[in-house]
């Protein structure tokens, strides 16, 4: 499925205790194997707000950006064009290709399963008895970017950069990102698992180096109050709740995406959804089915009438 | 391209009729932990599974 060969780096030296196994085992891989087509539709699923207010764009947006942008070579790497964007441009790719090829790697090699955004997490979760420092969109005071469940329940946090320049605009975005880490602050102490700060670097065409998903752990651990307001179990139904949210979302069951992101953990209300996302539903399904029977016939839709396909799955 | 995805319809239903939400949504969490991205491919389409289960599948239309 479109494997790049990228770069794995762990700063080691950034644990102040000794290094856990599962980091360990990650920081003597030295390079992985990733599928193009599968980071762009975490890249999709990632970014994505779990509320939906009408901003988003159409869901496979970052699959008809990006995959053009990329070589066809055996490494991650950008096109020779792509030199003449405009920087604002290769700016959101960075950041957003950041947020897709990082949350893979996690995905994978540290079994984090379950990912929510910390802003709706923190709302659905702990409503009038925590918050964030003051945040800002971006720089030093900005929030931490995900919260996360792994294999054994266990709640995580990470960070994600991104950047196209070199591997050390990487690493000064890294730096800044330890401290936008130590943002997310409670009364007391913590007890997560891991709390991360990952990047990607992605080469320009003509760059001597190679891509590189650098992995670094911040020097304070956050949390700390807020886990000990916050039983294990809310926190676990929080993030499933929030990453719930973003697949129903995109799955454009609209009523229940949002009425997800925005529902008190504390309270367990009832999920009001409206009828019609029923309906909807039930049309997903019988296309899944159609698309499968298509599949197990061997039939390309391009020989079958692609129109005919298209204009019955937006009914 | 069409974006395409599935979800275990029954799961749907018990969310949005259950009186308790909080205890549907950490059954889902016990069942879902277990999953990885699991990938299926065929010559024009690719699908895969995500971490909490959920299957998309792209199918490149103009192939």
Request: net charge neutral; with cysteine.
């Amino acid at each position: 499925m479109d494997p790049r060969t990228i770069d794995v780096e762990v700063d080691q030296t950034s644990w102040k205790s000794s290094l856990p196994s599962d980091i360990a085992a990650l920081a003597g891989k030295g390079s992985i194997s990733l599928s193009v087509e599968v980071a762009l539709l975490i890249t999709a699923l990632i970014t994505r707000p779990p509320e939906i207010r009408g901003f988003s764009l159409a869901d496979s947006w970052a699959w008809l950006r990006y995959r053009p942008a990329l070589t066809e070579t055996n490494d991650l790497r950008l096109k020779s064009e792509w030199k003449d964007i405009d920087p604002h441009q290769k700016t959101i790719l960075s950041d957003e290709l950041g947020m897709g090829f990082t949350t893979y790697l996690l995905a994978l090699e540290l079994d984090f399963r379950i990912i929510a955004n910390t802003g709706y997490f923190v709302k659905v979760v702990t409503p009038g008895s925590y918050s964030l420092k003051a945040s800002t969109k971006s720089g030093p005071r900005k929030s931490p970017d995900f919260v996360a469940l792994d294999l054994h329940d266990r709640v995580n946090t990470f960070e994600c950069k991104g950047t196209q320049q070199s591997r050390e605009s990487l690493f000064d975005l890294i730096d800044k990102g330890l401290a936008q880490k130590e943002n997310l602050v409670g009364s007391a102490g913590s007890t997560i698992h891991h709390s991360l700060v990952a990047g990607l670097f992605i080469p320009q065409f003509a760059s001597k180096e190679n891509a590189l998903l650098h992995v670094r752990d911040p020097k304070k651990i956050e949390f700390d109050e807020f886990l000990r307001i916050v039983s294990l179990e809310q926190q676990q139904i929080a993030i499933v709740q929030i990453d719930l949210a973003k697949h129903f979302g995109l799955m454009g069951l609209q009523s229940i995406a949002n009425a997800l992101s925005r529902r008190k953990v504390e309270n367990n209300p009832r999920l009001l959804v409206e009828d019609d996302e029923l309906g909807k539903l039930e049309r997903m399904v019988v296309i899944c089915i159609y698309l499968k029977l298509l599949s197990d016939c061997r039939l390309r839709l391009s020989e079958f009438g692609n129109g005919m396909l298209q204009a019955w799955c937006l009914q | 391209m069409v974006f395409t995805m599935s979800c275990p319809k029954e799961f749907y239903f018990r969310l949005i009729s259950s009186g308790d939400v909080n205890t549907e949504l950490l059954n889902f969490a016990a069942q879902a932990k277990h999953q990885r991205w699991l990938i299926h491919e065929r010559d024009w389409e690719t699908s895969l599974t995500t971490p909490l289960g959920f299957n998309l599948s792209l199918n490149y239309l103009t192939r």
